[in-house]
């Protein structure tokens, strides 16, 4: 019985034990599972002064080259595809002929229809002959005129069809790309061929509302490209958009010569305007925006917290962008550290090195 007991008493200490543990371990485990508030942490940034900094009278915008025209060669009448004498590369000319869809069927049909013309036209003029002589009624001649009346229109209808057959350029160019041979058959506005004209080229840029005011209709523009380092082209200016995008920017068409096909369409380019002044402009680094130059905002370092502040822009500067609005000269930007803060973190500017 004493045995029993002291049995018992080992089991109830062993068991006691190891529920002391599993609460201990439990404490632990519940410690790390706590989220630790770094909200009052200081989060080391860099900051920059904003400044007035020159820049330059010419403005310099990328862009990309564009054929002036392009267009789809289609066809006008559905059929076989009798002749097609194009390549890729072809040279063809505005309102050259250079292919044909069948239309031999349209053809018969457009004889049978013209002499069905003429029988009716003379039943016609028999009708009114008879009716001068009160020999039949006026409805007889009536019919007749609309028998020959409408087989005229189906003639001309057919001689429109049959015409809708020669394949035609519809501007002067280069064939690009070639859908359909001969012996195909096409539909009526089936692709057949692409066509482009780079006898000129044009190019779009977008001009922020600044600047834009200082472009004119007809002005020359400069144009540059790493494929001919050392040569300028030039261009003028054939369209300036009269309304603006969300960002306050404005499509500028311009159109340049393009002799002997020097330029191909999809070159990069620079386009650069001289906009006849120089003068110093707010500017700030684009490593210090928050989110690019669509949605722009900067960080501004008041004492040790961080405070977000929407901004507008105006032309970029190589590194930098111009300020138009929403900060003054002097104030601290955070250029450094800005993907770990948000409006009001704490900061701490660290040392200029």
Known sequence: MKTRIITIAIIIGVIGAISFKLVANK?????????????????????TKVALLPVSGNLSLPAVLEPKEKATLTASTQGKIEILNIELGSRVAKGQTIGTVDTKIKQINLQSTELTINKAKTDYERNKELLAGNAINETAVTDAKFNYENNKIQAEQLKQQIADGKIISPISGIITDKKLTAG????????????????????????????????????????????YPTKTFNGRIIYISPQGDDNHNYKVDILLANGNSALKAGTYVKV?????????????????????????????????????????????????????????????????????IV????????PNK
């Open 272 to 340: 650069e305007f001289n906009l006849n002044k120089s003068a110093n402009a707010l500017q700030i680094p684009k490593k210090a925006l928050g989110d690019g130059m669509k949605n722009p905002y900067v960080f501004v370092a008041e004492g040790n917290k961080a405070v977000l502040r929407k901004i507008v822009l105006g032309r970029e500067v190589g590194e930098n962008v111009e300020v138009l609005s929403g900060l003054n000269e002097g104030e601290q930007i955070i250029t450094e550290g800005i993907i770990n």
């Open 184 to 227: 195909e058959y096409a539909n009526i506005g089936t692709p057949i061929a692409s066509i482009v004209d780079v006898s000129q080229l044009k190019t779009v840029v977008y001009v922020n509302e600044k600047d834009v005011y200082e472009l004119k209709l007809g002005q020359s523009a400069s144009i540059t490209t790493d494929v």
């Open 343 to 350: 409006d009001g973190s704490n900061i701490q500017i660290a």
């Open 27 to 47: 404490k632990k485990i519940d410690e790390s599972k706590k989220v630790v508030d770094r909200s009052q942490v200081a989060i080391f940034v860099t900051t």
